[in-house]
């Protein structure tokens, strides 16, 4: 994935286009436009040049979504992909006629947008190289020193180039779609050249293709020409080259390497796709992963957290916030080295991990503080059953390097939305319990309660005091310090 690609985001939906920005953003795409309507697409395709369009089928303004990609087409070859809830056979049928490079049915999982951005980009891009290699190829058929024709299944010649017109005196107007390939050679090798086609377009038989015929031109002169007949690659189309072989087999060696390029661009662009879609998901596990447990870090835990948020406000159940600190870690560490205490938080967070539900998530924010987060729990007494389950891990002594190790847990609660509606508020208040919990003996739990507010205010206004205070006296000591004796102002005046 490339960090300069220009996305256009078609969706009127305002909620939808939002999260689809934010998530586009977060994969490091470009979004050049949101818009709303099928003419805002084309206004926006005109003015910003996207490498890309996502479009909904479904638009404000007076055409669809569809329409929009024809009227764009018509202009700039642009790669569209349809993500749409519309799952009708006949919207699918007009979308196909567009040539999307994929159409994704809502809901659909995220990885799957991206997985279809990347392909519809690195297939656009190999679309481009071959038509370019086309146009090469095209070129070569123009400028070539061999006489050259191009024949359909039925022998009707649909395209000559200059050297055919030079050898035989007829203009490419006069020949083609009107012509049949034998008609300038002489009347009794007629028969044999539809023959050998036949036998060239039998694929048991090995007949030769290269021959020697008599050519005659418009005025009636014969020339005896080395012909060489094949069928161009993947199609029903021939090409029929006269002159010098050694000519042709030049036109032939440049075809194969420009074949050989496609098929070694197409090998680099699917390993460079393969490389790429590897490093990213090692690159997205390490920025939403705790290097050392492997549980979720913040990043991640605050996205799961907002996504429970969303789920709460559409099924009226509660969030539990709780934040988890091992009791007297210090000594661990200080007793038994930071590596038995890295082993006991590994154990701790796969302790953790057996006790989660399916939909509830563990994380790690850094030393040996753990947050959990549990979803969907319909009263307050679930969070409290929850809790008592995790502290059952804590009965039972860790193996840390064959000694068996006791540690205890202090946890700190907050509950959405009765304790507050924002990520920052739940931990601070959970945090507020949880310090609560150590104080009232550890290894124990703590529900947060206005009280601890009133707590946490009277403490900061008395360290405001206490610093107000002494910021008096200090001024008082450099006031009197800086103030002369009387006799020393006597001196100074005299």
């Known amino acids: 994935m490339t960090s300069n690609t220009k996305i256009l985001l078609a969706e009127d939906d305002a909620i939808a286009a939002h999260h689809l920005n934010q998530a586009l953003l ?19 395709v005109a003015k910003n040049l996207p490498d890309i369009i996502l479009m909904d089928i479904v638009l404000g303004g007076r055409i669809d979504g569809i329409c929009a990609v024809q009227k764009v087409h018509a202009r700039v070859d642009i790669p569209v992909i349809y993500i749409t809830a519309n799952s009708d056979n006949e919207v699918f049928e007009r979308a196909k006629q567009t040539d999307p490079y994929a159409y994704l049915v809502k809901p659909y999982e995220i990885y799957q947008l991206q997985n279809a951005i990347e392909i519809a980009l690195s297939k656009h891009k190999l679309e481009i190289q071959l038509k370019d ?3 090469r190829y095209r070129t070569i058929f123009e400028v070539s020193d061999n ?20 050898m035989t005196g007829c203009s490419k107007e006069s020949v083609e779609k009107l012509r049949s390939w034998t008609d300038f050679f002489i009347d009794s090798e007629r028969a044999k050249l539809e023959g ?4 060239l377009d039998d694929s048991t038989s090995t007949p030769r293709r290269h021959f020697e015929s008599i ?28 002159n010098d072989i050694s000519e042709l087999k030049l036109a032939e060696k440049e075809i194969r390497m420009l074949n050989n390029e496609l098929g070694t661009i197409n090998k680099g662009l699917n390993k460079e796709i393969t490389l790429r879609e590897r490093v ?12 050392l447990t492997g549980l979720p870090n913040r990043v991640l835990l605050f996205d799961r957290l907002n996504q ?8 009226n159940t509660l969030i539990a916030l709780m934040i988890l600190d091992l009791d007297n870690f210090k000594n661990i560490n200080d007793t038994m080295g930071h590596l038995s205490g890295d082993i006991l938080l590994k154990k701790v967070a796969l302790g953790l991990q057996k006790c989660m539900r399916q939909y509830d998530t563990v994380g790690r924010l850094g030393g040996d503080e753990f947050v959990i987060i549990i979803n969907d729990a319909d009263t307050v007494q679930d969070i409290i059953t929850f809790a008592e389950k995790v502290q059952e891990i804590f009965q039972e002594p860790f193996d840390i390097l064959g000694q068996q190790t006791y540690v205890t847990t202090s946890i700190g609660v907050a509950v959405y939305p009765l304790h507050g509606s924002s990520i920052e508020t739940l931990l601070k208040k959970a945090d507020m319990a949880m310090y609560v919990a150590k104080k009232s003996g550890r290894n124990t739990f703590r529900f947060f309660s206005d009280s601890m507010d009133v707590q946490e205010s009277t403490k900061k206004s008395m360290r405001t005091k206490r610093r107000m205070s002494l910021m008096e006296r200090s001024t008082q000591n450099v006031f009197l310090t800086h103030v002369a004796p009387a006799s020393d102002k006597n001196q100074l005046t005299h």
């Open 26 to 44: 977060r994969m490091g795409y470009q979004i050049t436009d949101v818009v709303k309507s099928g003419e805002e697409v084309i206004d926006s």
């Open 133 to 135: 290699s086309e146009n």
């Open 147 to 166: 006489a050259m024709m191009l024949i359909d299944e039925h022998s009707t010649i649909t395209m000559v180039n200059e050297q055919f017109e030079n």
């Open 196 to 199: 050998l086609l036949r036998q």
């Open 215 to 242: 050519l005659v031109d418009t005025k009636g002169h014969t020339k005896v020409v080395y012909t060489n007949v094949k069928r161009f690659p993947g199609s029903s189309t021939w090409i029929v080259s006269m």
């Open 280 to 291: 990213e998901k090692q690159l997205r596990y390490k920025a939403t992963h705790d290097h």
């Open 308 to 315: 429970a948020f969303a789920f709460e406000e559409r099924h």
